[in-house]
């Protein structure tokens, strides 16, 4: 790993992903480059100088001269901003994916240490609800997800403060949404019901990242259209302006985290803090991301999860 160097010419520096290392490797004719992705995860635009001196050919100077990480072989460790073309300029504002962070939808503590915690066998969760039934804010039952209502909910829409009688433009709606979660450590399970359905994978790479392909309408348990005006009698929503879709998801632990310490020797960490009645250092937690990306617009959204195992 290393800097590029691109004080003088610019430098194009490109890798393939492992899918497509891997039908290379094939030699049988079925590689064929179809797609490609730009990203600006490493460019401050803070550093654009219009009072510059020189004009403005000295503007972006500073920004084209940042030495640059060599492209990543590793698809999980880069491309977090996809860059987006648009046929249209009259944009004053972009839609973004905000998670409803409210109610049953709510996650475990406050500010940067929020998350969402799930507990993965029948002794964890009967041990943080206790006497009183009734599981802790922010806990996903990951034993039996069908079991509770909590749910990770995200809302998609132009957050401008603007008024949400007017509608968001057609071409700005997110119709479909990638999540992309570490399959060793749970799965994806519908968010309705009480004897929930896996998700369908669309494919795991050779990280062990799972990656699931969500559709409005042919997914409809996952994702819907929210109505144009909401209020607390549809439930609300934290997008400030014109909205587009809404996306719930519940997880499932997977059957290692559930009947193995492994990973949680291997991975985790001893709790310092109590979850429910879940005292802290009687557990054992792993954290990880669960990341949610709009296919329309490429707006991503990454959420922290703990997965919990009472020892």
Do not use: C, W
Not at 107 to 135: C, E, P, W
Not at 154 to 167: E, F, I, R
Not at 247 to 276: C, H, K, P, Q, W
């Amino acid at each position: 790993m290393a800097f590029l160097d691109n004080s003088g010419d610019i430098i194009l520096d490109a890798v393939l992903t492992d899918t497509g290392r891997l039908r290379l490797a094939k030699g049988n004719g079925t590689f064929n480059i179809v797609k490609f992705a730009l990203g600006d995860d490493e460019i401050d635009y803070g550093l654009y100088d219009k009072n510059n001196a020189g004009g403005q050919s000295y503007y972006s100077l500073t920004i084209l001269q940042t030495p640059v990480l060599e492209a990543f072989a590793n698809n999980s460790s880069g491309m977090k901003y996809k860059l987006l073309s648009l046929t249209r300029n009259d944009f004053l504002y972009l839609p973004i994916i905000k998670l409803f962070d409210d109610g049953n939808s709510a996650r475990h503590g406050s500010g940067t240490s929020a998350k969402y915690i799930v507990a993965v066998d029948k002794n964890t969760v009967d041990t943080i609800v206790g006497t009183d039934q009734v599981l802790t804010t922010g806990v996903l039952n990951g034993f039996q997800p069908g079991q509770s209502d909590h749910l990770i909910i995200t809302d998609q829409g132009l957050d401008n403060g603007t008024s949400q009688d007017v509608p968001l433009d057609s071409d700005l709606i997110e119709t479909q949404y990638l999540v992309e979660m570490d399959n060793r450590l749970g799965s994806l399970v519908s968010p309705v019901g009480s004897s929930p359905i896996n998700a369908s994978q669309s494919f795991v790479d050779d990280d062990n990242i799972a990656s699931y392909i969500m559709t409005l309408n042919t997914d409809s348990d996952y994702v819907t259209e929210l109505p144009t005006v909401i209020d607390s009698s549809t439930g609300g929503t934290k997008i400030s302006g014109p909205v587009g879709t809404r996306l719930r998801l519940r997880m499932a632990a997977s059957t290692g985290l559930r009947t193995t310490d492994y990973l949680f020797t291997v991975l985790g960490n001893t709790g310092t803090e109590a979850i429910g009645n879940l005292a802290s250092a009687t557990y054992k937690y792993i954290d990880t991301t669960v990341s949610i990306s709009g296919q329309t617009t490429g707006y991503r959204l990454d959420l922290p999860v703990r997965y919990v195992k009472k020892i």
